[in-house]
């Protein structure tokens, strides 16, 4: 378990804890963005993995696996020491839920969003948030560490251990954050 002591309020919180307090904010920023939750998966790791190595454990990383062969497919998640985050790991599971999330003509409500990655966890468990290591997951391709693009903007954050100031790094950095993040994919 990763424990921290947070500066500011002197309280003890957990990454676990954090990823549970910003959880269903965080996936209804993503829905809402520009590119297609659950399929964000890199911009996701890279704003994740900043604040994270700021606020948290510096050993965080943004990791990113390519397949091999020609239809190699590629995943990011954000990995600590002894710990992996991945909002998107849903996306392995999609499945039916596949045209409701990513349809833009669809204008679901932030529980609606929650209600379905959760639903998508009950059929599929192994699809949590935290991990020990997905190295091991992906194991048969290539994986890699990306730079992060998201650090100067999670410094500037007031009260990292909240979800308004995690809402407000998401507002200032995500879109730089994607940009970049995708320029390097050449997914623009």
């Known amino acids: 378990m990763n424990i921290i002591l947070a500066k500011v309020v002197k309280i003890i919180i957990t990454i676990e804890d954090f990823c549970e307090l910003i959880e269903k904010e965080y996936y209804y920023f993503m829905y809402k963005s520009k590119r297609l939750f659950p399929y964000n998966c890199h911009t996701s790791a890279n704003v994740i993995s900043?604040?994270?190595?700021?606020?948290?454990?510096?050993?965080?990383?943004?990791?990113?696996?390519?397949?091999?062969?020609?239809?190699?497919?590629?995943?990011?998640?954000?990995?600590?020491?002894?710990?992996?985050?991945?909002?998107?790991?849903?996306?392995?599971?999609?499945?039916?839920?596949?045209d409701i999330l990513t349809n833009p003509k669809k204008n679901l409500s932030k529980d609606d969003v929650f209600d379905i990655v959760q639903e998508i966890r009950k059929?599929?468990?192994?699809?949590?948030?935290?991990?020990?290591?997905?190295?091991?997951?992906?194991?048969?391709?290539?994986?890699?560490?990306?730079?992060?693009?998201?650090?100067?903007?999670?410094?500037?954050?007031?009260?990292?251990y909240t979800i308004n100031g995690f809402m407000n790094y998401l507002e200032e950095a995500y879109d730089e954050v994607d940009q970049k993040v995708n320029h390097c994919y050449g997914t623009l």
Not at 133 to 141: A, I, K, P, R, T
């Open 50 to 98: 900043s604040y994270l190595s700021i606020h948290f454990d510096n050993s965080f990383v943004h990791r990113t696996f390519q397949g091999s062969g020609s239809r190699g497919r590629f995943h990011g998640w954000s990995k600590g020491e002894n710990i992996c985050v991945d909002f998107t790991c849903i996306q392995s599971g999609i499945g039916k839920y596949e």
């Open 123 to 160: 059929e599929h468990p192994y699809l949590g948030i935290i991990d020990e290591d997905l190295d091991e997951w992906y194991s048969h391709g290539f994986l890699s560490i990306e730079n992060l693009h998201g650090l100067e903007y999670a410094k500037k954050v007031k009260k990292p």
